[in-house]
Every structure is written in structure tokens, then in C-alpha cells.
RNA sequence: GCGCCCGUAGCUCAAUUGGAUAGAGCGUUAGCCUCCGGAGCUAAAGGUUACAGGUUCGAUUCCUGUCGGGCGCACCA
């Protein structure tokens, strides 16, 4: 079901492309630069476009001569807008009318879980693959922001008509897995008395022994006896892969598939990936690379390297050739990247957003230019590093050792600060930026806490509506004149922005601004409701302002649903302040 | 040496893919509850957007350079 918003927003580009026509300067190329945005101030009106000010130049004009007449030669319903007006250095503004702005709140209702939600998208398909985290240990507090992350933009996407999913990309195929069986191995010899050392480089966290206590013990014993590593392995895997799953599910971090590096590898995808980068003449045998301009003093200590099979990245705007098959004659983890991500491009997905770690925010260019070397599109795959998260407690950072086993787990977190907090905290500050994140803030409960604050709103919507439900007053459209107070206005304003917000956030990859628009939401609420009594012996009047009340609370809703969190409709009272 | 991210109010951060007078929260100061949840609201103060240039009608945003902070630069994954 289309939002009523979206409607009215190519309904305005629709009329500025017609009035181009009208004024006999029309082009396609034209018409696709036709851009509307929800201006800052409201003075400035509800919408604005700066059309006239892109377009002068080309046409000679000066702008608001152009906008003059964009706006005049513009035919807008009059049933939702007054006439175009011109403004500052050529924008050309559109002003609700007046019965418009009073109709939304009933739109809004009518739509109810969908508004906000639009099918522009037209079912393009699109896969985000996230967290994607070694099966060796505990979900850290990475992969929890990840997770945050990546289950939003996938909401996003299909809010705004996408056909998206989210994968999880199992690395069980290295050597780190080998590495995990010999550990659990070891734990469990060490368990029934036999002596086996601990492989260097093995996992030290308790949760080793915590695996290689729940084996079965006989089958494990033969195993032992038989040196089966790959035994180890398989059930250190199954188990590992259960507990991220259960921590995952529990986080409300819903993924379509759970896709095993492995498959790639037994299903000879890698062998023909290899084969396909060969045919194109896009690698070659060497000891060194012919194009290296990293200016990296590093990449020359390959003297004792022997001939390996280089792929040439360089082509496609890597600064170097990359090694796709070691000189011993197995792959590097390039290539069964690329069979991977070809994989997912044979599987219809037109786009492949990945979320990765900080630490390989270095690997975006080699795979991008080996996916390139293979034919796929250049739009293909996105890379969004999701950046380090400092824990703070007690206004110090939190010292984590992976070595010793010592970190926050995602179900630390959980049980710490609670998951809708966390998601709240996660989703708040850009994915690519540092984030701060302030246990001790995150278990307040009270104005400091930005996800109590929207919560809070919500809660307190509901409350009223209770309130006015217990004396028989339902929401219903009213008389329009009535609801004119300023903050009314305001926050019906506010509550038309958020379909908009819905689609910028998708397009730009940006989740964080659902938080920050529901924090502004909630202010304009606030302000709302502390100017203006809902619940009066006028009961017309009542009513009106209960639709508008109520379609607070359906954006509320609707905007913390895409964030995963929940909506509260009763929260625990504060502790009454000490005399 | 090369590459990526970042630099905005005392602190933590916004700023609608280049828009109109750069905004919130915290902290500080001064106010608001016989009334729908005061976990709230109002007001004041706080800025040469690190610095210097460039592109244009217009720059916190894009480009170049400098300074400062973080991370990465393997025939590991």
C-alpha cells in the first residue's frame, strides 16, 4: 500500500516536470533533476525545490525570473496545495492546504503499519550480508552494532519497495575453524584426563571448555583416539554456529539464509571463478606483481616468495595486483570472496550491500576490482564498514582482552542494558563512525536516555488515549479550524516528514536517521501536548486532537519497528523524587 | 611512504544525497505541576564548522594543500 506522502511527492515532481512543458523547456534529463525536499524552516513552506536555480544557467534566465515562472506555469490541486510561492535566491515553495494538513492525521490512521512504508523501489533486489562472524567464539560488540545495522537497512529497504534480505556469511572453511576443533579437542582430553596440548594460537575463552562439555562423551572419546580433528571441528561448528544463532534470534537480528564458505568450495564455484578470471586474460603467474603503486615499503619483503597466480586489480583501480592463488597452490581469501559474491549475483540480487569490521576496510577495493575483472556490474557491491565501538563505564574505557578471553559479549549487552536499548544506542551515530557507547547512560532510565526518551513518548501517547478511551472518547476526524494551534501544526508537520525520512534513510544507507527523527518526533509531541489539553468537555474538539494523537502514535511505532525496538504502551513510573 | 574514516557549542553528536538565519541533548543559569504520565516543557548563554585556498547563484557538505586524531597497508582470513 503506497503512502498518502509519497503520493503527494511525485505528485509535485509530476507538476514541475509539466510545468517545464508548459514553458516549452522540457527534456527527460531535465525532468530526472527534479528535486523536491522538506525545507528546514517551516516558513519556508512543506515542500521546496530548487529547480529553478539548477536550471538558469543553461537557460539563461535568472533564477527567480525561472522560478516566477515555474510557479506560475505549475498546476497544483488545490485540495492539497495553495499556489506555488518563490523565495530567497529561486526556490520555488509548496504550502499545504490548510484542509490537507487537517486530513493527515486520518490518513495516517487509515494507513496505520504501513504509512511510512512505499513501493518506489519496485521490488529491486538487493541482499545485506552482516555480521558475518568468525564461528570461533562469542558475538562481540561489533558484531552486535553490525547486527543492529544490518537488520535495520534490510527493514528499511523493503519499507521503501525492495526485495531484500539479509545473509550471514559463515567462514568455515579456513584455518581458523581447524584451529577451533584442536582447541575443543584439547579441552575435552584435558576433561576425561588424557594428555593433549593446546595448539599454539588455540582459543582460550572458557566457553572451549563450555563446547567440550556438552560432546557426546563416547563418540567423543573415539574420536580422540582416532586423532579425528575434523570430528572436533564439525561439532565445534554446530554448536558455535547454534549459540550465534540463539544470541542473534534473541537480538531480533533475522537472517534469510546462514551461506557456508564451504558450499562455494564443494560446489567447484571457486575452481570456475578461478577459470573465468583466467579466460578473461585478467591473471597471470609471477613472484611479484607487475603493477604495485601502493608505495608500500612492506609489499617489497617477498624475496622468498615463489610463483603465485596474480590477479590484475589494477585495472580496475586497486593500486595493485593481488595474489588469487598462493605459490603452494591454494587460494588466497580472495577468491572464494569472489565466487561468493558471484553466487550471490546468480542468485538475482542486484545489488550486494556488505557490512564489514574495521580491520578490512582495506579489502573493499581488491574485491570490488576482482568483481569488476569478472563482468559484474561496477554498482554491484557496496561496502559499509560498520567502525569500533569503545565501551565506556564509569566514564572509562572498558579494557577488553581477546586473548584471555576477556570481552562484552553481544549477550552481555543483553543482559546488561536490555536489546532495545543497545539496538537504540547502536543505530543513533553513523555506521562508519566511531561510537561511543556509555553503559552506564544506556542503563538510566530516565530524560538522558534517548531510547527511554522516544519510548517514553509513546507510552505517554498511549496514556492518553486510555485516558480519553475510559470516558468514551474515540479518536475521529474533527472540525479542522479547531485543530490550528501551533504546536498541532507543528507536529502534523512532523509527522508528514516521515515517509520522507523512511526513503532518505534507505537511499543514503543511513539508518540513524530514524533515530534522530523520532527523537524529534517525540519533542514535538511533547510540546504539543504540553500546550495543548487533548481532553476537554469539548468533545468535537477532543476527538480531532485524539486522531492526531493517535497517528503519533502509529509514526512512533511504525519508526521503532524499523529499528527493531519495541513500543511500550505503559512504562514503570519514575521513583518519586526524595522530599 | 600509500590508502580509508574523522575534526562542528565546555562535553556527546545533528544538519534531508550542494540549499535559505549551522541545530538538539547533557552541563550551566532562570522559570513551569489543584489539570490527560514532570521520564515532560519554556527561556537565556554558548560558533571564524581545525586552518588556507579553489569550484558557483549558494559549501559543514565537493576538490587541492596543511595541521591534528583513529585505523589499515601479507603468497593470514
Not at 523501489?121 to 550480508?129: H, M, N, P, S, T
Not at 584455518?175 to 577451533?180: E, S, T, Y
Not at 560432546?215 to 567423543?220: F, W
Not at 502534523?492 to 516528514?497: C, E, I, M, S
Request: glycine residues 6%; hydrophobic residues 45%.
Amino acid at each position: 500500500m503506497p503512502g498518502a506522502w509519497i503520493l503527494v511527492w511525485t505528485q509535485l515532481t509530476d507538476r514541475l516536470a509539466a510545468a517545464l512543458e508548459t514553458l516549452g523547456v522540457w527534456s527527460e534529463e531535465r525532468a530526472a533533476r527534479i528535486e523536491l525536499a522538506v525545507p528546514r524552516d517551516p516558513a519556508h513552506g512543506d515542500w521546496t525545490s530548487n529547480i529553478a536555480m539548477l536550471l538558469a544557467k543553461e537557460l539563461k534566465q535568472p533564477p527567480r525570473v525561472l522560478a516566477q515562472k515555474i510557479a506560475e506555469a505549475c498546476v497544483n490541486d488545490p485540495a492539497l496545495f495553495g499556489p506555488a510561492e518563490v523565495a530567497g535566491p529561486g526556490f520555488v515553495n509548496f504550502r499545504y492546504a490548510p484542509g490537507f494538513v487537517a486530513s493527515l492525521p486520518a490518513r495516517i490512521a487509515a494507513e496505520n503499519e504501513a504509512f511510512g512504508h512505499h513501493d518506489h523501489a519496485q521490488g529491486l533486489r538487493i541482499q545485506v550480508e552482516y555480521v558475518s562472524a568468525n564461528p570461533t567464539g562469542p558475538l562481540n560488540v561489533v558484531n552486535a552494532r553490525a547486527a543492529a545495522v544490518g537488520a535495520t537497512l534490510v527493514r528499511l529497504l523493503r519499507a521503501t519497495g525492495h526485495d531484500a534480505e539479509g545473509e550471514f556469511y559463515v567462514n568455515d572453511a579456513g584455518n581458523q575453524v581447524d584451529l577451533l576443533g584442536a582447541s575443543v579437542a584439547a579441552r575435552f582430553a584435558e576433561s576425561i584426563g588424557v594428555p593433549l596440548e593446546l595448539p599454539a594460537n588455540g582459543y582460550q575463552g572458557s566457553y572451549i571448555a563450555d563446547v567440550a562439555a556438552e560432546l557426546p562423551k563416547t563418540e567423543a572419546r573415539a574420536a580422540l583416539d582416532r586423532s579425528d580433528n575434523t570430528w572436533f571441528r564439525e561439532h565445534a561448528l554446530d554448536r558455535m554456529l547454534a549459540w550465534q544463532r540463539k544470541d542473534l534470534a534473541d537480538y531480533g537480528a533475522e537472517f534469510a539464509q546462514w551461506f557456508r564458505e564451504s558450499r562455494v568450495h564443494a560446489s567447484g564455484d571457486v575452481a570456475k571463478s578461478l577459470a573465468e578470471l583466467e579466460a578473461r586474460g585478467m591473471t597471470y603467474r609471477a613472484i611479484k606483481p607487475e603493477v604495485d603503486a601502493s608505495g608500500g615499503e612492506r609489499s617489497a619483503d617477498t624475496t622468498d616468495a615463489s610463483e603465485a597466480t596474480w590477479l590484475r586489480t589494477s585495472r580496475f583501480g586497486d593500486d595493485k595486483d593481488r595474489v588469487i592463488v598462493k605459490g603452494n597452490g591454494s587460494p588466497t581469501y580472495l577468491l572464494p570472496d569472489v565466487a561468493y559474491h558471484r553466487d550471490k549475483r546468480n542468485r538475482g540480487f542486484r545489488h550486494a550491500i556488505d557490512l564489514w569490521g574495521p580491520d578490512h576496510h582495506g579489502h573493499i577495493l581488491p574485491l570490488d576490482a576482482a568483481l569488476q575483472a569478472l563482468g559484474l556490474e561496477p554498482d554491484f557491491l557496496e561496502v559499509l564498514i560498520v567502525q569500533q565501538v569503545n565501551l565506556l563505564a564509569g566514564g572509562q574505557p572498558v579494557k577488553m582482552s581477546k586473548r584471555a578471553g576477556e570481552f562484552i559479549t553481544l549477550r552481555d549487552l543483553m543482559d546488561d542494558v536490555g536489546a532495545d536499548c543497545a539496538k537504540f544506542f547502536f543505530l543513533l551515530r553513523g555506521t562508519s563512525a566511531h561510537l561511543d557507547f556509555d553503559l552506564d547512560l544506556a542503563k538510566q532510565q530516565n530524560d538522558e536516555n534517548p531510547a527511554f526518551y522516544v519510548q517514553y513518548a509513546h507510552a505517554r501517547v498511549c496514556s492518553v488515549l486510555r485516558f480519553a478511551a475510559e470516558r468514551g472518547l474515540e479518536p475521529a476526524r474533527g472540525d479542522l479550524t479547531k485543530l490550528l494551534a501551533p504546536e498541532a501544526i507543528a507536529l502534523v508537520r512532523t509527522l508528514a516528514t516521515f515517509p520522507e525520512v523512511v526513503r532518505g534513510a534507505a537511499f543514503a544507507r543511513e539508518p540513524q536517521r530514524i533515530p534522530s527523527y523520532l527523537m524529534e518526533a517525540a519533542a514535538s509531541f511533547h510540546r504539543f501536548y504540553h500546550n495543548c489539553r487533548v481532553v476537554t468537555d469539548d468533545v468535537e474538539l477532543s476527538r480531532a486532537l485524539l486522531q492526531l494523537v493517535d497517528a503519533t502514535r502509529i509514526v512512533v511505532r511504525n519508526g521503532l519497528a524499523l529499528m527493531g525496538v519495541s513500543a511500550p504502551e505503559r512504562m514503570e513510573r519514575a521513583m518519586e523524587p526524595a522530599a
